[in-house]
């Protein structure tokens, strides 16, 4: 890129940076250093401030750099993330958002240790929540890294890897000094920017097509290639029974994650009552769903606009349609409107990437504090020094999406994010449902259920084409692939339901009436919640 791109677009990265930091130290001399308020944000916020904020947690890079970038190579297969992740919060309103709130506290372990033994059920949804918190991490890892490479010269390993390892420092900053409170309202002002500039660019390619949707359709298929298979099923996932399980397998980790995500549950505990977490998920569908219905149209448009050979050429995976998009909209490479666009677009992506990974650097570190270090260190650890270790927590988990951000940058990641789904509704859907909605459910199937799906999808990922075997593997150069699918939801997912059944039904322990019929009250009530 030129070098009016690159100074206008470091300038906004950095009052953006400016920004948030600013609003990282008021709240930092201004915080009381309780649990509640680090994990919670002392649980003040309104339904409308934390449904934006619920928006700008889960608008991530993945959506606005992988969706629009695999809808604009794959035409048609691409939509399935789209829906997927919408779809996926019909889940979070009817079955999670008001039981959870009611019921838990900080973390998922809350929720389902109320009517458990404590420390087992803990370490396995502890373990769980980081190990899904590091995988979605990761993805926004590689996304910062695409975009940022892109503006400083489209292929530079060096830039790639100096704005993962800034990208961390930053969200460690966020967590370790602002806490909840700071995380949110840098996820409002991101959810804000992201939705204006998805809209002014929505508004300009159906400019540039007169409004004739079908017309963008048309060219883009025209572009691709591929012609009406472009806008057909199967282009991607349509090539043999593989790649069609490949399809199933990531639409159901799509629709099912979302609901198990450590983050998204996290957000349920910032407002006051049950009732203000369901309004708050309205708030965030209404949204979410308009901006997943603006990515189709920035894929198709980077498309029929750029070109997917275009796009590939930049970023074989296609994180960088967006960006591209905004640079001919404005006029092009050599143009002032070109600029100025690209570099609000790089800015607000950018944006998108600091706002998520706080908040899932925030969400994991409360799983290690408040679930892991409470159960296996010290078990009557005083508040501040919970918190103490939850700001410790996030310093090395920053270090790990660091280092992982590093291998993985070659990905898609949106694809990436698919594999976080994926795990997150094999390891903590299924202890989550069973243990609101199982009168039977006991400790041992709540670990059996978590393990179960835990550990078989992580190892189908290290079995499956993403990690050997392929020229686009994590490691091409080797071959133990044995599992055929890139998305191991279709196996692990109903593993871990099955898990789950299997460890009540072998259980000596007797469950707790008691208990089940308090924790039945409390979710459909809210009586006794915190």
């Known amino acids: 890129m030129t070098g009016n791109h690159q100074t206008l677009a470091l300038l906004l990265f950095s009052a953006f940076v400016a920004v948030t930091l600013g609003i990282t130290t008021w709240v930092s001399r201004h915080r009381h250093g309780s649990p509640e308020e680090f994990y919670a944000g002392g649980r003040l916020f309104s339904p409308m401030e934390n449904g934006f904020a619920i928006a700008g947690d889960y608008m991530s890079a993945a959506s606005f750099l ?75 890892m590689v996304g910062a890294g695409s975009l940022v490479a892109l503006l400083l010269g489209g292929t530079s390993a060096a830039a790639q890897a100096w704005t993962v390892i800034g990208v961390g420092a930053l969200m460690v900053t966020y967590v370790s000094l602002g ?41 883009a298929a025209e572009r691709s290639g591929h012609g009406d298979a472009f806008l057909a099923p199967g282009l991607k996932y349509g090539g043999d029974w593989t790649a069609r399980f490949d399809f199933i397998s990531l639409g159901l980790a799509l629709v099912l994650g979302t609901a198990g995500l450590p983050h998204i549950l996290s957000r349920f505990y910032t407002v006051p009552t049950a009732q203000a977490a369901r309004r708050s998920v309205v708030w965030s569908i209404g ?88 159960s296996l260190r010290c078990r009557h650890a005083k508040p501040r020094s919970e918190v103490a270790v939850a700001r410790a927590a996030a310093v090395g988990i920053g270090v790990v999406a660091i280092a992982l951000g590093l291998l993985a940058r070659d990905l898609n990641v949106a694809f990436l994010v698919g594999l976080a789904f994926a795990v997150a509704a ?26 179960g799906g835990l550990v078989p999808a992580l190892v189908l990922v290290v079995l499956s084409p993403v990690v050997s075997g392929s020229p686009a593997s994590l ?45 039945e009250v409390r979710s459909l009530t809210g009586a006794g919640a915190v």
Not at 111 to 118: F, T
Not at 325 to 349: C, K, P, Q
């Open 66 to 140: 992988g969706i629009s970038g695999l809808i604009a190579l794959y035409g048609y297969d691409g939509l399935l993330y789209s829906v997927g992740f919408l779809v996926a919060w019909l889940v979070v309103l009817f079955l999670v958002a008001e039981l959870v709130r009611n019921c838990g506290r900080f973390t998922l372990a809350d929720v389902v240790a109320a009517r458990m033994s404590e420390r087992p059920v803990r370490i396995a949804a502890g373990t769980s929540s980081v190990t899904v918190s590091v995988l979605y991490l990761v993805a926004q």
């Open 179 to 219: 806490g909840m409170r700071a995380t949110t309202w840098i996820q409002i002002v991101k959810a804000v920017l992201l939705l204006s500039g998805t809209i002014a660019l929505t508004v300009l390619v159906l400019v540039r097509f007169h409004g004739d949707f079908d017309r963008l359709l048309v060219m």
């Open 287 to 374: 949204l979410i769903g308009g901006f997943y219905l603006m990515t189709i149209v920035l894929g198709f448009g980077a498309a029929a606009i750029v070109g997917p050979e275009a796009v590939r050429g930049s970023n074989a995976a296609g994180n960088t349609a967006v960006p591209l998009l905004a640079l001919d909209l404005g006029g092009g490479a050599d143009s002032t409107g070109g600029t100025v666009l690209f570099a609000i677009v790089a800015a607000v992506a950018f944006a998108t990437i600091l706002a998520v990974v706080a908040g899932i650097t925030l969400a994991s570190s409360a799983s290690v504090a408040h679930d892991l270090y409470a």
């Open 426 to 451: 094999s390891a903590n859907l299924p202890v989550l449902l069973y243990s609101l909605f199982w009168r039977g459910f006991t400790t041992r199937g709540a670990v059996w259920a978590v393990y």
């Open 475 to 519: 490691f091409p150069g080797v071959d133990f692939q044995y599992f055929p699918l890139q998305n191991p939801g279709l196996v692990s997912i109903p593993l871990g339901f099955l898990a789950g059944w299997l460890g009540t039904v072998t259980s000596a322990e007797l469950p707790d009436e008691a208990k089940h019929a308090e924790t």
